[in-house]
């Protein structure tokens, strides 16, 4: 079975930075795709960034490109989103989630991100 532990999240002020992780428990992480997916208040789900398992190609949705920076360390079976240069509309809570064709099987059960002075 496979288990997400997200962590990092906290209170930030606009331009600052915070750094999430999601620890992954399973045999399976060096052969998954792994995403963050975001959540606003009131908000649906968004999709933010997607780290590919064979090479580590990097994929972001828009809002986030430049800014964010999803990495992950196969030998802690982690996956990371730096998250830099942060703006009040990144207020959300952050999952981490396994990537499955065309969605995601499996998540973590989210950290709290506060962007505010």
């Known amino acids: 079975d496979v288990q997400l532990q997200a962590s990092g999240g906290g209170l930030a002020q606009p331009g600052g930075s915070l750094r999430l992780s999601c620890v992954f428990s399973g045999s399976t992480f060096e052969t998954s795709d792994m995403s963050w997916v975001r959540q606003a208040p009131g908000e649906r789900p968004e999709w933010v960034s997607t780290?590919?398992?064979?090479?580590?190609?990097?994929y972001y949705a828009d809002p986030w490109k430049g800014r964010f920076t999803i990495s992950r360390d196969n030998t802690k079976n982690t996956v990371y989103l730096q998250m830099n240069n942060l703006k009040s509309e990144d207020t959300a809570v952050y999952y981490c989630a396994r990537t499955f064709e065309v969605g995601f099987d499996y998540w973590g059960q989210g950290t709290l991100v506060t962007v505010s002075n």
């Open positions: 780290i590919n398992q064979h090479d580590s190609s990097t």
